[in-house]
């Protein structure tokens, strides 16, 4: 199976400050057709989780710009430009390259 | 608008039997793979089946105890979970999965296993 890591496991941020939180699997997530299975979900206090990010760094619709994804094989990246107090709430990675589809433990975002 | 939402949680004995229910409005749910997510209290996620076309796959955890279908007439998809442990009790979401993503989710059906 396919081991996502995420870092850091919560964080506290300041309304208007940047916020940046690490995914790692443990094998490369770039398949043959040239596309990484790679997704971010933000779940809201007491929702259902919602995709933000799909494929290392496509937004998904109606998400702001303020969020981007980066990365590569095996090392991922989402960053907040800047922290509103909507972005509070536990972010999950995930891969679908193989099954079983696996997640990150999740990073809980606070706001300050 | 698509939408998804799940029935047929509740409270079951350890070894007991249930069977959660998805209806899919807004869409077909024969033309995408559908899923089942589950999340245990206060804990991550976790991707339990998924079928798609004829072919269903399942996390090891729940192979030979869960089974995954659908009924294209009545545009649902179901879980069924026998032989139920404690480790089971968790929200299931009905997800439905489009180029690898999941972008629809349901509201989340609470399964509790316990005597």
């Known amino acids: 199976d396919i081991v996502m890591t995420q870092s850091p496991l919560s964080m506290s941020v300041t309304p208007g400050q940047p916020a940046s939180i690490s995914c790692k699997s443990t094998?490369?997530?770039?398949?043959?057709?040239?596309?990484?299975?790679f997704f971010w979900y933000l779940q809201k206090p007491g929702q259902s989780p919602q995709p933000l990010i799909y494929?290392?760094?496509y937004r998904f619709s109606g998400v702001p710009d303020r969020f981007s994804g980066s990365g590569s094989g095996t090392d991922f990246t989402l960053k907040i430009s800047r922290v509103e107090t909507d972005d509070v709430g536990v972010y999950y990675c995930?891969?679908?390259?193989?099954?079983?589809?696996?997640f990150g433990q999740g990073t809980r975002l606070e706001i300050k | 608008e698509m939408q998804l939402l799940e029935s047929g949680g509740g409270l079951v004995q350890p070894g007991g039997s249930l069977r959660l229910s998805c209806a899919a409005s807004?869409?077909?749910?024969?033309?995408?793979?559908m899923n089942w997510v589950r999340q245990s209290p206060g804990k991550g996620l976790q991707w339990v089946s998924s079928?798609?076309?004829?072919?269903?796959f399942y996390t090891d955890s729940v192979k030979g105890r869960f089974t995954i279908s659908r009924d294209n007439s009545k545009n649902a998809l179901y879980l069924q979970m026998n032989t139920l442990r404690a480790e089971d009790t968790a929200v299931y979401y009905c997800?439905?999965?489009?180029?690898?993503?999941?972008?629809?989710w349901g509201q989340g059906a609470m399964v509790t296993v316990s005597s």
């Open positions: 997800v439905k999965r489009r180029q690898r993503l999941f972008d629809i």
């Open positions: 807004g869409f077909s749910l024969n033309d995408y793979e």
């Open positions: 079928i798609s076309g004829t072919s269903t």
């Open positions: 094998q490369s997530l770039l398949e043959s057709n040239g596309r990484t299975y």
């Open positions: 494929e290392v760094s």
């Open positions: 995930m891969q679908s390259s193989q099954f079983p589809i696996t």
